[in-house]
Nanobody, 124 residues
Framework: QVQLVESGGGLVQAGGSLRLSCAAS????????MGWFRQAPGKEREFVAA????????YYADSVKGRFTISRDNAKNTVYLQMNNLKPEDTAVYYC?????????????????WGQGTQVTVSS
């Protein structure tokens, strides 16, 4: 069992930055690949970024590539999402998730555990 708690969301102007954190409980955090997803009102949940269990491989949605960076610290049981040059279209609830699979990390159905989400609002 893994519990995930996101933090770091908030209101920021376009062009600004935020860093989201996702703290995981349990001693097996390093066994899980981690992902960030987001969901805007009236839209489907969409993939943002993912990172392998070791941190050696990262994956990004085209819409955030070059602006967002995912990282993890297995000693702290935490995964991060650094978001730079934020745009109004980045406004959404951001969720972190954990999975034991190493493939198709952009598919939300492959994730086992989910956090409660943190709101990110980007004003124009």
């Amino acid at each position: 069992q893994v519990q995930l708690v996101e933090s770091g969301g908030g209101l920021v102007q376009a062009g600004g930055s935020l860093r989201l954190s996702c703290a995981a409980s349990g001693r097996t955090f390093s066994r899980y690949a981690m992902g960030w997803f987001r969901q805007a009102p009236g839209k489907e949940r969409e993939f943002v970024a993912a990172i392998s269990w070791s941190g050696s491989r990262t994956y990004y949605a085209d819409s955030v590539k070059g602006r967002f960076t995912i990282s993890r610290d297995n000693a702290k049981n935490t995964v991060y999402l650094q978001m730079n040059n934020l745009k109004p279209e980045d406004t959404a609830v951001y969720y972190c998730a954990a999975t034991t699979t190493a493939q198709a990390l952009d598919v939300p159905e492959n994730y086992i555990y989910w956090g409660q989400g943190t709101q990110v609002t980007v004003s124009s």
